[in-house]
């Protein structure tokens, strides 16, 4: 079985209060890769609470964002429609739960012959949840397609997909 994990294509990461025109020109190519992907396909979906700013992420990065229920923390309603299972929530950057389900499915299941990574922000959230899968199935070819994640900027984006590849995650589409 092969995964795609669409990494927190929301609302605030796509033209939201931390949006990029990159996120958004990245939108077509994320659904079409979904659309014609041949197997399971995950979302993640950045979450935070009311104490948000009182977190290390909220002091460091002060922007209130993807707040529960608010717009900002929803997917994008042209992806979500594409959508077959809940979303994982996750509070920060890398999802431990994530990592342990994927293990489990591979452990317990059909062996995981590869997993893809798209989705935003590649220097922060995507190297995160990437270097984590790494981390519970090393053995599992990774891939990441450039071509469907944007960063914070241009530059942070291709630093992120260089160090990913220095580890071993294999960078399609760049």
């Known amino acids: 079985m092969n995964f795609?994990?669409?990494i927190d294509m929301q609302n605030d990461f796509i033209d939201g209060v931390l949006g990029?025109?990159?996120?958004v020109a990245i939108l077509p190519a994320v659904k079409e890769r979904i659309k014609?992907?041949?197997g399971r396909v995950l979302f993640t979906r950045d979450t935070h609470e009311s104490d948000y700013?009182?977190?290390q992420e909220g002091r460091n990065l002060p922007v209130e964002?993807?707040?529960?229920d608010t717009?900002?923390?929803q997917i994008n309603a042209e992806l979500d429609a594409l959508r077959k299972e809940e979303p994982i929530d996750k509070p920060v950057f890398g999802s431990v739960a994530l990592g342990q389900l994927l293990?489990?499915?591979d452990t317990y299941e059909e062996k995981i012959e590869n997993i893809t990574l798209i989705g935003v922000c590649?220097?922060?959230c995507v190297i995160s949840n990437a270097m984590l899968i790494k981390s519970f199935l090393p053995e599992t070819p990774i891939f990441v397609d450039a071509a469907c994640c944007a960063g914070v900027t241009p530059e942070s984006h291709e630093r992120a997909l260089d160090a990913m590849a220095v580890c071993q995650i294999k960078v399609l589409n760049r």
């Open 20 to 23: 990029t025109k990159e996120a």
């Open 71 to 73: 717009h900002g923390w």
């Open 122 to 124: 590649t220097d922060i």
């Open 4 to 6: 795609l994990i669409v």
């Open 53 to 55: 700013l009182s977190t």
């Open 65 to 68: 964002h993807c707040m529960r």
């Open 103 to 105: 293990k489990a499915y």
């Open 36 to 38: 014609n992907f041949n």
